[in-house]
């Protein structure tokens, strides 16, 4: 991707290596294909019109010259009150707004600035596979050392349940040059939700070998089934070990926006500010200013309303609705569904289509999930993602058997996938109209 050289003069090495993402080959297939893009993680559903209209309120009055010039480096005041008072309540303990808040731009520079700031070339960073793929990239480009352990799929799996950590598989990874851990709950691609025995367990193994964890949780409030998202941070002594990483884009599906945070301790948080104030500086004064109102009006229902909050019911309840669809919609197709517990991506093994179709995807070296994506994309005009390209190297050939797919998409969009579906399926005698999620078995 990087040239090796401009005349005599050669590119930092930690670059050199590094590989075209799979967005870069994913979307531009998608396009020069005209597909119907069910892979790639963004939603094309309107924004909250609650956020639509803080935004245009503050867009008609030119005269605040608060809201349209650059505001404090580290996060507008407005935003990180907002943020201090909602994080407080949700880890339980009491942040300084002024210290214990960054604002970046979008949690993508929050996850950079941790890296950046902490690990030094040798540090080893401890990251459970499938993982989101700028996790190793980031990691390399700092000169650090990624290490990959597999989260573990129970056989004839149905729920991101299924997806185990083995903590006897963490801890043999860990050496004298070991420093984070990455945890990503609620988790991308499988929509995998830890539980509190499994955090638990890791917050053990960071106790006793002296760790930090980057808790990336974007996907905070994608909960579903009214399960609980534990948050890495309030179990017992790992605030002060752990950076937070969350997300306006995700919280209020407005991903354009490219505005994100990390919450932690003063002591945790200085390295990622000298980066910041030396690279950014400040982020777009109007957006945090419209995302700080969106979360004041949250705080003020959440928990005395719940039923009026956007976080803890109107992001979810048609989410949850979708999920389901699209998990019947693969069910009838001939793969097996692997239901989310979070987030808005879902696993699906595609292993079960009968011989003959898989043999149609060609037969180049490329793991078999990249081949189908590319013959679904190609051949019938639908996008999804394949998630082999979330492993290691070491890991990847036992985990090219699925897709990824977004379902936080308009129904409009999903009907157009299903006839896609429908199609693919009925040409080799698949497709099942009585299909569910509950009945693909193993």
Known sequence: MVPTNVGRHRPAENTIATKPSIWVEFTTLAAECNAVNIGQGFPDSPMPQFVADILKDIASHPERTDWHQYTRGFGHPRLVN???????????VELNSQTDVLVTVGAYLSLYYAFTGWV?????????????DCYAPQVRLVGGVPVPVPLELAACAKSSADYHVNLAAIESKITDHTKFIVINNPHNPTGKLFSRRELEGIADIVRRYDLLVIA???????????????????IP???ERTITIGSA???FSITGWKLGWSIGPTSLLAPLKAIHQNCVFTCSTPT??????????EICVMWSHPEKSYFKTGLVSDLQRKRDRMATMLAAAGMKPVIPDSGYFMMADFSPLVEDVLKSFGDSSDPLDFRFARWMCREKKLAMIPPSAFYSDEFKENNDHMVRVCFFKTDKVLDEAESILRQFSSENGRYSKKASMDESEC
């Open 249 to 251: 884009g995700k919280i």
């Open 288 to 297: 945090q200013e419209a995302v700080a109102q969106a979360i004041e009006r």
């Open 120 to 132: 030094n070339p040798g540090d080893e960073v401890i990251v459970l596979e499938p993982a989101y």
């Open 237 to 239: 002594g790992m605030y």
């Open 216 to 234: 990336d949780e974007v996907y905070e409030w994608h909960v579903y089934g009214g399960q609980e998202m534990i948050r890495f941070a309030t």
């Open 82 to 92: 907002a943020l201090a008072v909602l994080y407080s309540k949700l880890l339980g």
